[in-house]
């Protein structure tokens, strides 16, 4: 089955059954302060989950796309993705489970006609105030689902809510107990028998593969009040979602979803760019990471993002980065082709369908796509050669690697557990958060790099600083020594000490040669050297800083040399122009220079 044929028995399905199709919500979100991308179907429906009166009516459906970031490190596996289409039906205060189970039922035994002896269900086992969901156990026997069939849950995998359990729910979140359906796909594959979880027994929710959730109905009656407890809503709902993609899978009895239309093309592609066979290789879970992360991308780039270091402009940087670490594992190296052919056939996936015009989009995707992997690729092998340089790479050096190199965490964290040992999240976020406090500290002109921020101006600002500091030296003399410097996105303030008192044009020949350096668009190098030899070879450095015995030096083509803990832009051509607007004496032999 393709997945145009399934998304039109969704919709027949619930037209028959007179629901109203209600448009789905943008993946990228805007303003939304809770959340950076639609990861339900259920997020745009909230109101109307909490008693406000939907003008579509009670009985909803529709196919929504989702983003889920927190499944990041589960993609790999043969059912796993960051990016999925969720086909959702909703009851808003009218049926209630009876209807749910019997309808869903229906669609996948009916419809889809899966056979009933493949097909397993969850229901909640109760816990603190939520009784054991007997009701819906009642509902699936008589629907015929045996007894063995059957598996009772607790809250870990039985409710639904956008944050998880019960205890997890923040006040007035909305959520339930649910039920499942599971595909299963037969103990012949030897699935479990090749999995790490061999061991232990086999059951639907086991994370082996042989069994794959196809459909989860939420029965979503309670709200968490501010005293903890679950409050019940004014009305029952059921909150229906299954991924497509999933029950494409099952429809077509093979368990890796990859293997399904929207996914085949797209690992065709990488299997003719890496020359590796998808199938033969050991690198199959890199390939889907790859398959993945790149739709997801693409989808957030015809939304609209652009790679950046905030927000959804991240998570795209993310997805990239971490494809391209990926690609560069399967085939040693990162052809900006591939990510472009990638790019192209997820637009012929998915052309004219909720947002996507391939012949409209493909130039801008292109374009972003080959923009952040020529920058990724600039910093990649520097990045790799200082994590090389470590025996054991801690969570401070992860850091290093995110903030000087662009490494997102679980880059790192990729490249470590190759060596067989993992980093721990909760400690590089603790260097992460350190970090922004500094950078907080920064605002208020305080911060030793000087720098307000890392926005593009400030880091163009940044660069042309270390220009500056190089031209004063060849104009005025080796005397030239930096006191300070103070860079916000409006301008750069620099105070140095002189021994002399400057001519008249000097000035004005420092901003000719910084503007020369910016012309000849030097690139921006850094390297981490031991401190002796950094200052052998005459790197500049600020005489008020303690140093370490390993410094990080930045080149600006070999022009300046300077001890610095960046950041930079890449090439000086990124500067634009510079204006001295003001000098002043602030001291004896110390002056204080404003540009912009
Ligand atoms: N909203 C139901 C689910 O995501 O499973």
Same mark, same amino acid.
């Given at each position: 089955?393709?997945?145009?044929?399934?998304?039109?028995?969704?919709?027949?399905?619930?037209?028959?059954?007179?629901?109203?199709?209600?448009?789905?919500?943008?993946?990228?979100?805007?303003? %939304?302060?809770?959340?950076?991308?639609?990861? /339900?179907?259920?997020?745009?429906?909230?109101?109307?989950?909490?008693?406000?009166?939907?003008?579509?009516?009670?009985?909803?459906?529709?196919?929504?796309?989702?983003?889920?970031?927190?499944?990041?490190?589960?993609?790999?596996?043969?059912?796993?993705?960051?990016?999925?289409?969720?086909?959702?039906?909703? $009851?808003?205060?009218?049926?209630?489970?009876?209807?749910?189970?019997?309808?869903?039922?229906?669609?996948?035994?009916?419809?889809?006609?899966?056979?009933?002896?493949?097909?397993?269900?969850?229901?909640?086992?109760?816990?603190?105030?939520?009784?054991?969901?007997?009701?819906?156990?009642?509902?699936?026997?008589?629907?015929?689902?045996?007894?063995?069939?059957?598996?009772?849950?607790?809250?870990?995998?039985?409710?639904?809510?956008?944050?998880?359990?019960?205890?997890?729910?923040?006040?007035?979140?909305?959520?339930?107990?649910?039920?499942?359906?599971?595909?299963?796909?037969?103990?012949?594959?030897?699935?479990?028998?090749?999995?790490?979880?061999?061991?232990?027994?086999?059951?639907?929710?086991?994370?082996?593969?042989?069994?794959?959730?196809?459909?989860?109905?939420?029965?979503?009656?309670?709200?968490?009040?501010?005293?903890?407890?679950?409050?019940?809503?004014?009305?029952?709902?059921?909150?229906?979602?299954?991924?497509?993609?999933?029950?494409?899978?099952?429809?077509?009895?093979?368990?890796?979803?990859?293997?399904?239309?929207?996914?085949?093309?797209? @690992?065709?592609?990488?299997?003719?760019?890496?020359?590796?066979?998808?199938?033969? $290789?050991?690198?199959?879970?890199?390939?889907?990471?790859?398959?993945?992360?790149?739709?997801?991308?693409?989808?957030?780039?015809?939304?609209?993002?652009?790679?950046?270091?905030?927000?959804?402009?991240?998570?795209?940087?993310?997805?990239?980065?971490?494809?391209?670490?990926?690609?560069? $594992?399967?085939?040693?190296?990162?052809?900006?082709?591939?990510?472009?052919?990638?790019?192209?056939?997820?637009?012929?996936?998915?052309?004219?369908?909720?947002?996507?015009?391939?012949?409209?989009?493909?130039?801008?995707?292109? /374009?972003?796509? /080959?923009?952040?992997?020529?920058?990724?690729?600039?910093?990649?092998?520097?990045?790799?050669?200082?994590?090389?340089?470590?025996?054991?790479?801690?969570?401070?050096?992860?850091?290093?690697?995110?903030?000087?190199?662009?490494?997102?965490?679980?880059?790192? +964290?990729?490249?470590?557990?190759?060596?067989?040992?993992?980093?721990?999240?909760?400690?590089?976020?603790?260097?992460?958060?350190?970090?922004?406090?500094?950078?907080?500290?920064?605002?208020?002109?305080?911060?030793?790099?000087?720098?307000?921020? +890392?926005?593009?101006?400030?880091?163009?600002?940044?660069?042309?600083?270390?220009?500056?500091?190089?031209?004063?030296? %060849?104009?005025?003399?080796? /005397?030239?020594?930096?006191?300070?410097?103070?860079?916000?996105?409006?301008?750069?303030?620099?105070?140095?000490?002189?021994?002399?008192?400057?001519?008249? %044009?000097?000035?004005?020949?420092?901003?000719?040669?910084?503007?020369?350096? @910016?012309?000849?668009?030097?690139?921006?190098?850094?390297? @981490?050297?031991?401190?002796?030899?950094?200052?052998?070879?005459?790197?500049?450095?600020?005489?008020?800083?303690?140093?370490?015995?390993?410094?990080?030096?930045?080149?600006?083509?070999?022009? $300046?040399?300077?001890?610095?803990?960046?950041?930079?832009?890449?090439?000086?051509?990124?500067?634009?122009?510079?204006?001295?607007?003001?000098?002043?004496?602030?001291?004896?032999?110390?002056?204080? @220079?404003?540009? +912009?």
């Amino acid at each position: 089955m393709t997945h145009q044929e399934l998304r039109t028995l969704w919709t027949s399905f619930w037209e028959k059954k007179a629901h109203k199709l209600v448009s789905p919500a943008p993946l990228v979100l805007q303003n %939304d302060p809770t959340t950076l991308f639609t990861s /339900s179907g259920m997020q745009p429906l909230i109101p109307y989950l909490n008693g406000e009166a939907h003008p579509l009516g009670k009985k909803l459906y529709n196919i929504q796309l989702c983003f889920r970031a927190v499944d990041i490190d589960e993609v790999g596996n043969n059912r796993h993705t960051t990016f999925f289409e969720m086909m959702g039906n909703w $009851s808003l205060g009218d049926y209630f489970k009876e209807e749910q189970l019997g309808w869903i039922w229906e669609f996948f035994t009916q419809e889809l006609k899966l056979p009933k002896e493949k097909l397993y269900v969850s229901v909640f086992e109760g816990e603190g105030e939520v009784f054991a969901d007997h009701e819906s156990v009642k509902i699936w026997k008589k629907l015929g689902v045996a007894d063995d069939h059957i598996h009772f849950y607790g809250s870990d995998k039985n409710w639904w809510s956008r944050s998880g359990p019960p205890n997890k729910m923040p006040v007035g979140e909305i959520g339930g107990p649910d039920s499942e359906v599971f595909y299963d796909f037969g103990e012949d594959l030897k699935i479990h028998e090749n999995s790490p979880f061999k061991e232990k027994e086999c059951h639907p929710n086991c994370d082996c593969g042989r069994f794959l959730e196809i459909g989860n109905s939420v029965f979503i009656q309670y709200k968490k009040s501010a005293n903890g407890s679950l409050t019940e809503l004014p009305q029952k709902n059921v909150d229906y979602g299954g991924g497509l993609e999933r029950i494409l899978a099952a429809v077509n009895n093979d368990p890796d979803i990859f293997k399904t239309d929207v996914f085949s093309s797209i @690992i065709r592609i990488i299997e003719v760019e890496t020359g590796i066979s998808y199938d033969k $290789s050991e690198k199959k879970a890199e390939m889907r990471v790859i398959a993945d992360h790149m739709k997801a991308a693409v989808f957030m780039i015809v939304s609209g993002v652009i790679p950046s270091n905030k927000e959804q402009g991240y998570m795209l940087r993310r997805l990239l980065r971490r494809a391209a670490i990926k690609t560069r $594992s399967v085939s040693g190296d990162l052809p900006v082709k591939l990510f472009i052919s990638v790019g192209n056939a997820v637009l012929t996936i998915y052309d004219g369908y909720d947002g996507i015009n391939k012949k409209e989009q493909e130039t801008l995707v292109a /374009s972003v796509i /080959s923009n952040e992997m020529n920058k990724f690729s600039q910093s990649l092998d520097n990045g790799l050669k200082y994590f090389n340089k470590y025996e054991k790479v801690d969570e401070k050096i992860a850091f290093d690697l995110f903030q000087n190199f662009g490494f997102p965490f679980e880059v790192t +964290q990729e490249l470590v557990e190759e060596k067989g040992y993992s980093l721990d999240p909760t400690r590089f976020n603790e260097h992460y958060e350190s970090h922004k406090n500094q950078s907080r500290t920064a605002s208020a002109g305080t911060f030793k790099g000087g720098l307000a921020d +890392q926005s593009e101006q400030v880091l163009k600002y940044h660069t042309a600083t270390h220009l500056l500091h190089q031209a004063l030296r %060849d104009v005025l003399g080796p /005397s030239v020594r930096q006191e300070g410097s103070n860079i916000t996105g409006e301008r750069l303030r620099f105070d140095f000490f002189v021994d002399k008192k400057p001519d008249t %044009d000097a000035f004005k020949k420092v901003e000719q040669i910084i503007n020369e350096k @910016i012309a000849e668009k030097l690139s921006v190098e850094c390297k @981490i050297l031991p401190k002796k030899e950094a200052e052998k070879i005459g790197a500049l450095y600020f005489f008020k800083e303690k140093y370490g015995d390993e410094v990080k030096v930045y080149f600006v083509g070999d022009y $300046s040399k300077e001890f610095c803990g960046g950041p930079h832009v890449q090439n000086t051509g990124e500067i634009g122009s510079i204006k001295i607007t003001k000098v002043k004496k602030i001291g004896s032999n110390l002056m204080r @220079i404003y540009a +912009q």
